[in-house]
């Protein structure tokens, strides 16, 4: 399977997995939502619909660009909202069906590409919310009353 193929065969959005195959279901308007809500334009003009998984990837490299630039105001109300927006996101969207996508498209892709982004996607999935996690308990030990005490 190469290419037009494998996209046809591997439809790249949640809706037909969580939504009972209805196409911009309540989980594509979900993550619309929150494209507005972090400032992220939607437009008529996607060639993707909204919870394809390339969209939805590049949602959450919205987010962290706009934490990393949070950063520069550190600690703020602004990063801990970044951060709790990207592990809700990753935990209702990508979280629930990139995994068995990324399982699907390793399985029937022919193509070496293709076989390496289903073998990646889960890991750096994994990757991504173990870092949120660690980046939100090392913000509430900041925020704790007692976080001085345990760095002097």
Known sequence: MRGRDLMVSMPATRARRLDGGQVMGPSAFDAVARYRQAGMSVTAAWSEPPDHIGVELEFMSHLAAKYIAALSAYPN????????????????????????????????????????????????????????????????????????????
């Open 77 to 152: 109300d602004e990063m801990e909202r970044l951060l709790e927006a990207q592990q809700a996101f990753l935990r209702d969207h990508l979280g629930r069906w990139g995994p068995a996508f990324a399982e699907r498209v390793r399985e029937a892709a022919s193509c070496h590409l293709y076989r390496f982004l289903g073998v990646f996607l889960p890991e750096w999935l994994a990757f991504d919310r173990a870092l949120l996690d660690a980046l939100a308990r090392a913000g509430a030990q900041m925020e704790s009353p007692n976080a001085h005490r345990r760095h002097h």
